[in-house]
């Protein structure tokens, strides 16, 4: 059974995900390894206050982390932090799944019995 803290913490994932602008962040992150704020910002057609809001929001959920080199701040992706969200999809994948066998198993037995 979850606690408030998980649903929290899935609430900020799926929030961070919902967004195609956030997704797309990842994305080029995960081509590049790292990238300098301004880069990122340079593939948007949006203001760099816009897609600097874009990253806050990754980090506050634990996607995406900064690491300072002089002045300049790298950013990069910590896979890690979609742990939650995977095994809340996997119960979710397993109670789905098991549920769908039983209804197609149901509807065979239907399906037989009518033949009969």
Same mark, same amino acid.
């Given at each position: &059974? %979850?606690?408030?803290?998980?649903?929290?913490? /899935?609430?900020? @994932?799926?929030? !961070?995900?919902?967004?195609?602008? =956030? +997704?797309?962040?990842?994305?080029?992150?995960?081509?590049?390894?790292?990238?300098?704020?301004?880069?990122?910002?340079?593939?948007?057609? &949006? %203001?760099?206050?816009?897609?600097?809001?874009? /990253?806050?929001? @990754?980090?506050? !959920?634990?996607?995406?982390?900064? =690491? +300072?080199?002089?002045?300049?701040?790298?950013?990069?992706?910590?896979?890690?932090?979609?742990?939650?969200?995977?095994?809340?999809?996997?119960?979710?994948?397993?109670?789905?799944?098991?549920? /769908?066998?039983? @209804?197609?198993?149901?509807?065979?037995?239907?399906?037989?019995?009518?033949?009969?």
């Amino acid at each position: &059974m %979850s606690n408030d803290s998980d649903d929290a913490r /899935l609430d900020l @994932l799926f929030q !961070a995900l919902a967004d195609p602008n =956030r +997704r797309r962040v990842l994305a080029l992150l995960r081509e590049s390894g790292e990238m300098r704020v301004g880069d990122i910002a340079s593939a948007f057609e &949006m %203001s760099l206050n816009g897609v600097s809001k874009h /990253l806050k929001v @990754l980090e506050k !959920a634990g996607l995406v982390v900064r =690491r +300072r080199e002089g002045t300049a701040h790298l950013l990069s992706v910590d896979w890690k932090a979609l742990g939650p969200m995977v095994e809340w999809l996997d119960v979710a994948r397993t109670f789905w799944g098991n549920r /769908l066998e039983a @209804l197609a198993v149901y509807v065979e037995q239907e399906n037989e019995d009518d033949e009969e």
